[in-house]
């Protein structure tokens, strides 16, 4: 699905300290509707803290956040401050985030593929079960066999596949991943590629194309999906664009980091 021309996620001059240390620096990033984006960058860059500003789980101490209203005709950029709770919770329906460790909630499955739909449209499960077990099966896991299955007798692989599965329940327009591959061995890795690449290329319900954005230190991940690559450093974007150029740059703060790369990502494997 090629990116469209209009904008999904529009960052302006974003700043964020925390206890007085900066970590966002000013940050100008605009993301267009359809487009796979990777965050990149070293660990404590605020890769993380920036996709909390974009799910709005933080305040920016200055700039702005803007991201398309689904809701709205013409899915029209809101400013996240301007917006009361009401009017977050109507547009944050068609986002989803696949959390770095899953942040699977104890329970079975069926429990957490259900905690979304419940707590923004007070669904029963009755209305729930058909797309939970549509979901499943589009992460490649069997309904009969893993719906009622409790989180912990779930393998790693496993309950990254029920995570990107309770992301899509809803069929969201914008998807953000943290870090999705950390800690998987590389098969399992390749799959989540996979499952991420068919995801973003699967049209949503609404008739809009996806939007990915993943934070990642896979290099295997950016040789699959051929995202664009954006990078933070010292709290600003220092590069922005393909994978290729991003391997060939010599900036100076680069090509340490992409020498780090797969040690940040084994580090994760625990
Ligand atoms: N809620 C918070 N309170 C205080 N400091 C935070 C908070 N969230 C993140 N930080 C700090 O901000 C910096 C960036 O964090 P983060 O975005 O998680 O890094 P990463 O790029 O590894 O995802 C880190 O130094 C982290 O300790
Ligand atoms: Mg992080």
Not at 83 to 107: C, K, P, T, Y
Not at 108 to 122: G, K
Not at 135 to 159: I, N, T
Not at 207 to 234: E, F, I, K, N, Q
């Amino acid at each position: 699905m090629p990116a469209s021309d209009e904008r999904e996620i529009v960052i302006e001059g974003l700043h964020k300290a925390f206890d007085g240390r900066p970590v966002l620096q000013g940050v100008d990033l605009t993301i267009k509707r359809g487009e796979i984006v990777a965050i990149v960058g070293g660990s404590g860059c605020g890769k993380t803290v920036l996709l909390q500003h974009i799910f709005g789980h933080h305040q920016p101490d200055s700039g702005r956040v803007l991201v398309a209203d689904h809701e709205s005709p013409g899915s029209p950029l809101r400013d996240l401050a301007t917006l009361d709770e009401d009017e977050m919770d109507r547009i944050r329906v068609h986002w989803a985030i696949v959390f770095q460790r899953n942040a699977l909630l104890s329970g079975t499955v069926f429990h957490n593929l259900a905690l979304w739909p419940r707590e923004i449209h007070e669904w029963d499960d009755a209305r729930i079960m058909p797309l939970a077990r549509k979901a499943l099966e589009a992460v490649g896991l069997d309904p009969d066999a893993v719906m009622h299955r409790d989180r912990e007798e779930l393998s790693g692989g496993m309950a990254k596949r029920v995570a990107i599965a309770r992301a899509i329940v809803m069929d969201p327009v914008l998807v953000l991943y943290d870090e999705p591959t950390a800690g998987l061995d590389p098969e399992m890795s390749r799959q989540v590629h996979e499952l991420i690449r068919q995801t973003h290329e699967r049209l949503p319900g609404l008739g809009v194309p996806r939007t990915t954005l993943v934070v990642t230190h896979d290099t295997g991940l950016l040789r699959a999906l051929r995202p664009r690559v954006v990078m933070l450093h010292d709290g600003r974007v220092r590069f922005d664009g393909d994978f290729s150029h991003f391997l060939a740059s010599d900036d100076p703060h680069i090509k340490p980091y992409l020498e780090q790369m797969a040690f940040l990502h084994e580090q994760k494997r625990a």
